[in-house]
Structure formats: structure tokens, C-alpha cells
């Protein structure tokens, strides 16, 4: 999703960490909220996310982004993300991993 | 979409027929050519939202209708607060009331050509546009309020534009009933420094002039000529609105198990209009719409500032400020009686014919004007509302030329730089935030925004007023 916002994800430095939480009513609600709550902090924080991590218990998840401020100078702009949709939603387990997918509108 | 599961109806009106689960059939107006390129999804999607409680008359389809959230793009649907209808916010949309604002510049085209690089410069400076941009205007927590409730008329009480401004904006530049308690913290707090910026994606600001008249009637009350510049600023409620909608998404999602109303898609989470969730759902779409419309007030501000400063002798006025992305409550007949309903436009422009009390005055005898945005490639068009739409569509037409390839495909096919240099040989100077964004808005990524207007004209929707042609553009 970040990758939408700026062209290469790789030149956003992990540098700064921000805890976020949330919840819904469904395991595939709760994904769709993950994302938002991304977008809604990358907005305020002005921040771009690169790295993350994510703890799920019954239908509240607790997690960490790392990115950095926006800088237009090494940073291309991308698109607008307005947000993560319940299109083509599935959430899946699959052995040890989470496999999650939405459609983004932009 | 399948030829053969549609009834026709007329030239340009198709109708899907009723199956067990919908309510009311779904109408599509189209020429056979838009219908036959129409993915199978907008059919399924329509049906969907026939089936949903409360719908009146029929779920229907505009000639520019694609795949959406829930809704299709290009989709109207009323329903009845009194036989238990609901509200969604799938059928707004996540952008609420993205829109068009036409400006009349009193300048033609032979006046801007020699100063065009310099205008749109300017413009691109001036205007903030692109991810990650900021307004000029940062907002303190009681102040984002007022914008909520007072829409274009509180950006207008704070100097950003003329107080005539707001008499050729729907709602007079204010819909009623927001209520800024309804919008999350975070909606808020994502909007303090949004207020007047441009955003990204399909948003735009274009350099246009009228290559041709169709009605001189409506064109003579509009203010037209041929050979006028205009300015069309297309953006809505910035990540406001986003944010009202994906919560509202969660909101909706809980009240529709509660209120066990059955949907086919997870995206048409809806509650009923008479519900806590349904009355704080309209209330905080209105604080949406409120935004949009002090967004696009703040962008004319800066607009004409550019202007006065390049062309001294420009008279920069709004010609009309009309939302493709609502849900308005509006009384129209039904059977012969005039009910109140709630009718959702997503990605669908209001087309109220003459008579009509919403409609500004100086337009009240033809009819109110329609602003379709084109491509920054191809052009674009102003309609008049017509009576007839009212029957046919509770008074709805076409938004613009509707994708006809998505932004994934259109990346992997074009270039941005190479967009822009070829509508530079093309004589349309365009200035981008991102690269990215130009080649996913490369015209040809559109459908013909032609056919859709001649088929809204044509099905009696809106009649074709006239035709303006991109000079330059701004996109986010």
C-alpha cells in the first residue's frame, strides 16, 4: 500500500516506530482496519511506513510501523491511498503464515 | 455486460429484470455500444443494490457506470425512510461529494494562449496538489468544526472568496444537517492541514476553453461563448471524507447484523435511515460534503488571486459547484404522491430541470448546469438538467468519462513523462505532482466521454450545453 504513495519503498529509512491498535468485527474487518489505521497515521504523523509488525488476539490487533517523515527530495511521490477496501477482502492461514488481501481505492 | 440479460426498453434505456432477491428491476441508460463494453460486475452490482430494503422504483446505472465499491460508479439509488430504506455508505462513496466546480474567467482563448506557461505555473505553485501536500490554512480543533457546519460559506466568512460565489454552489454552498460530533477524532485530525489542496488520483485542475456550443439558450444563461476560458477544479473532501467512510464502513458493517439486513457484498454494509447508525451516518457524510465544498471555495480563492495577478482584467466568477459522490434527501413523485427521499449519486451528478427550487435563480428557467469532466487529453462538457431526467432517474447524469482500463493497466502501458510530453506537442500543458498519477490518467485510459454525454443526452438524462476543451492542467 505504502508503495502506492511513494515510488520506491526502499529509500524510506525505518527510523521511527509508531504503536497502533485496533479492532472489528471479523478477521478480515480487522485487516481492513490495520490498513486504514496506517493511512490515517501515516495523514496525521506525516510519516511513510516501510517495515511493520503485528500481534492479533480475538478481534483486536496491536502493532508497529517504521518509516520516516515524508521528504520530497529522495522520496517521488506516488499516488493518494483514500483507503483499504472490503473488495476482493480474504484473510487466510496458511502453516505459519497470514495471507491478506483487499483492493486500495486511490 | 451481456446483451442478452438486458431488456431493452428504448434506444437508451435497458432494463436488467427482476430476479427473486431484488426489490425493483435495475435500468441502464446507455447506447448498446457503452452496455456491450460494461463489465458483467456493474450488472451484478446493480441487482445487488436492487435487492437492498427500502429501494424505490429501480437501481440504475449512468452511461459512464464501472465496477465500484459496492455500488457501481455511475450509480443512483433512492430509498424511503418510511418502508424501512436505508442509507450506505457505499452508495456515497469514499470521496464524499467529489465534485466539479466550473469557473468563468472573462477572458478567451486568444487572451491566456500567450501567458498560459506562466498561468499554469503559477497555478501549480499556488494550488497544493499531490500526496503528501498541505494547505496554507492549518485549522485548531474548534475551527475544522466550523468547516463541517459551514461548508463553502465559512471558507467565504473567512475571506477565501466572494459571497456571490456561494449562490452558484448546491446548497448554497452548505448542506444542512452535519453535526461535526459524528466525524472521528481521526477524521479531524487527518483535515487540518487538507483545507484547500488538491489531492491526487483523478483530481484536477484544467485550463479549458468552449470549443462549441450546443444550446445557445442555456449557454446565454450559463454565460458562454465560444472561445471563453474556464477553469474546472475537480476534488472532494480530502482524507476527511476517506476517513468518514471507512469508519461509517465499520459502523455500517455492525448495524447491518444488528438490523439483520441481508447483503450480497460486504461492501454494501448499510443501516436502516430511521437508526441511530443511519441518522449518524448522514449526519457525518453532511460534515463530508461540507468539506468538499469549503475545499473547492479555498482552491477558487487561490485560482483567482493567480489570475488577478497574471490578467488584471479577468473577472473570475463561479459559473456552478455541483457533488457526483451524495446522499441528499430530496422530494420527488412517486405513483403520484411527492415522497422524501434519500437518494444516494456515487459517481452520478445531479440534473435537477428547470423549476426546481435547489437550482439557483439566474439558472431556475433552464435548468441547472451539469459539469462533466473529460480527460486532460480529450475534453469535457457542460449539460443542463432536464425534466425528463427527473422521471427517468430522479433527476441524475453522467460525472465524466468513466475508466475503461484500471491504474494497474494503465501503468504498465504508458509512461507519465511520455504522457506529458505528448500533450505538450498536443498543445495541453500539464504540471504533475507525480508521474505515476499522469500515467494512470492517460486519456486513453477513459472511455469516450463523447459517447457517454451524447447517450445522457440522447436517453434524456441532461441536454448537451456545450463542449470545452483542456488548454492545461494540473494534476495531483
Not at chain 2, 434 to 453: C, H, I, L, N, Q
Request: hydrophobic share 40%; charged share 25%; net charge neutral.
Amino acid at each position: 500500500m505504502f508503495s502506492l504513495l511513494v515510488e520506491d519503498l526502499d529509500t524510506v529509512i525505518p527510523e521511527k516506530s509508531v504503536t497502533i491498535s485496533c479492532g472489528s468485527f471479523d478477521m478480515e474487518g480487522l485487516f481492513v482496519a490495520w490498513l486504514n489505521s496506517l493511512l490515517a497515521e501515516s495523514d496525521i504523523q506525516r510519516l511513510i511506513f516501510s517495515d511493520f509488525k503485528v500481534k492479533t488476539q480475538d478481534l483486536t490487533l496491536t502493532g508497529t510501523a517504521m518509516g520516516e517523515p515524508f521528504d520530497f527530495s529522495r522520496h517521488q511521490r506516488g499516488v493518494e491511498v483514500k483507503g483499504a477496501t472490503f473488495t476482493e477482502l480474504a484473510v487466510r492461514q496458511d502453516g505459519d503464515w497470514w495471507i491478506a488481501q483487499c483492493v486500495v481505492d486511490v | 455486460m451481456e446483451l442478452k440479460q438486458l431488456k431493452r426498453l428504448g434506444e437508451y434505456q435497458w432494463e436488467i429484470p427482476r430476479d427473486k432477491d431484488m426489490r425493483v428491476p435495475a435500468l441502464v441508460f446507455a447506447g448498446e455500444d457503452l452496455v456491450s463494453d460494461m463489465d458483467e460486475k456493474v450488472r451484478e452490482q446493480l441487482s445487488n443494490v436492487a435487492s437492498l430494503p427500502g429501494i424505490v422504483k429501480a437501481a440504475i446505472a449512468m452511461p459512464d457506470a464501472h465496477w465500484g465499491y459496492g455500488f457501481p460508479i455511475g450509480g443512483v439509488a433512492a430509498f424511503d425512510p418510511d418502508d424501512n430504506g436505508i442509507i450506505s455508505a457505499g452508495g456515497v462513496g469514499y470521496d464524499i461529494s467529489c465534485g466539479i466546480r466550473n469557473l468563468l474567467t472573462g477572458l478567451t482563448r486568444d487572451e491566456v494562449l500567450p501567458l498560459l506557461e506562466s498561468l499554469i505555473d503559477r497555478l501549480f505553485q499556488v494550488v497544493p496538489s499531490g500526496v503528501g501536500s498541505e494547505g496554507k490554512i492549518r485549522l485548531k480543533p474548534a475551527e475544522l468544526d466550523d468547516v463541517l457546519t459551514g461548508g463553502a460559506q465559512w471558507a467565504v466568512e473567512m475571506g477565501y472568496g466572494l459571497p456571490e460565489d456561494l449562490a452558484h454552489t448546491e446548497e448554497q454552498g452548505r448542506l444542512e444537517g452535519a453535526d461535526p460530533s459524528c466525524v472521528s477524532d481521526i477524521a479531524k485530525r487527518r483535515q487540518y492541514r487538507q483545507v484547500g489542496t488538491l489531492g491526487s488520483g483523478n483530481h484536477y485542475l484544467e485550463i479549458q476553453y468552449v470549443e462549441e456550443i450546443f444550446h445557445q439558450p442555456s449557454a446565454k444563461a450559463f454565460g458562454l461563448k465560444q472561445g471563453d476560458v474556464i477553469v474546472a477544479i475537480h476534488c472532494g473532501s480530502r482524507a476527511l471524507g476517506h476517513q468518514i467512510g471507512t469508519d461509517y464502513l465499520q459502523v455500517l458493517g455492525k448495524a447491518g447484523k444488528k438490523y439483520q439486513i441481508p447483503i450480497k457484498e460486504r461492501e454494501l454494509v448499510c443501516a436502516p435511515i430511521k437508526s441511530p447508525e443511519g441518522e449518524r451516518y448522514y449526519k457525518a457524510m453532511a460534515c463530508g460534503v461540507n468539506c468538499a465544498l469549503a475545499n473547492r471555495q479555498v482552491i477558487t480563492h487561490l485560482t483567482r488571486r493567480v489570475f488577478h495577478e497574471i490578467f488584471p482584467k479577468a473577472a473570475v466568477k463561479n459559473l456552478y459547484d455541483v457533488s457526483h459522490n451524495t446522499c441528499k434527501i430530496e422530494e420527488h413523485r412517486v405513483n403520484g404522491e411527492v415522497k422524501r427521499l434519500y437518494v444516494h449519486r456515487k459517481g452520478a451528478t445531479r440534473a435537477f430541470g428547470p423549476g426546481r427550487a435547489e437550482i439557483p435563480d439566474a439558472f431556475r428557467d433552464v435548468g441547472q448546469p451539469v459539469l462533466i469532466g473529460g480527460t486532460m487529453g480529450t475534453c469535457s462538457y457542460i449539460l443542463v438538467g432536464q425534466e425528463t431526467g427527473e422521471a427517468l432517474a430522479w433527476g441524475s447524469a453522467c460525472h465524466g468519462a468513466g475508466r475503461s482500463m484500471s491504474r494497474r493497466a494503465a501503468l504498465k502501458r504508458w509512461k507519465g513523462r511520455k504522457v506529458i510530453s505528448e500533450m505538450a506537442h498536443r498543445g495541453i500543458l500539464i504540471r504533475a505532482a507525480s508521474y505515476r498519477g499522469a500515467a494512470e490518467e492517460a486519456p486513453e485510459a477513459y472511455k469516450d466521454v463523447t459517447k457517454v454525454v451524447d447517450s445522457t443526452h440522447q436517453a434524456g438524462l441532461a441536454r448537451k450545453v456545450a463542449k470545452l476543451r483542456p488548454m492545461a492542467c494540473i494534476k495531483g
